[in-house]
């Protein structure tokens, strides 16, 4: 499971064709606002194992459900978003935490 900090996917594009490289640059900078707006969220993170949806990033940051979708799901997603344990919990404690959202479901 992931927890702060996280990282979002980026566009690796460097060819030659402008077009496609400013495209690159654009999802770029929505992939760097994107993150650190979740960041912000998990440093604030108060229960030990929280789920994130995409909408409600979505609703924080501007962009779209689904730029919010593309961008994120490869911090361990799935297809409506991701869950984070709390950046400062240990080991022992984070087994507890995984036992205890284990039973919720």
């Not at 440093?43 to 501007?62: A, C, F, M, W």
Request: glycine share 6%.
């Amino acid at each position: 499971m992931k927890r702060y900090p996280v990282y979002c996917k980026r566009d690796s594009y460097h060819g030659r064709n402008q077009t496609r490289a400013r495209k690159a640059q654009s999802f770029n900078q929505m992939a760097v606002e994107i993150e650190a707006y979740v960041n912000a969220l998990l440093l604030k993170q108060i229960e030990p194992v929280q789920t994130y949806d995409y909408y409600e990033i979505s609703r924080g940051t501007g962009y779209s459900v689904e730029q919010v979708q593309t961008v994120c799901f490869s911090i361990d997603g799935g297809h409506n978003g991701f869950t984070i344990i709390r950046h400062d919990i240990n080991s022992w404690e984070e087994a507890q935490a995984m036992s205890q959202e284990k039973s919720k479901k």
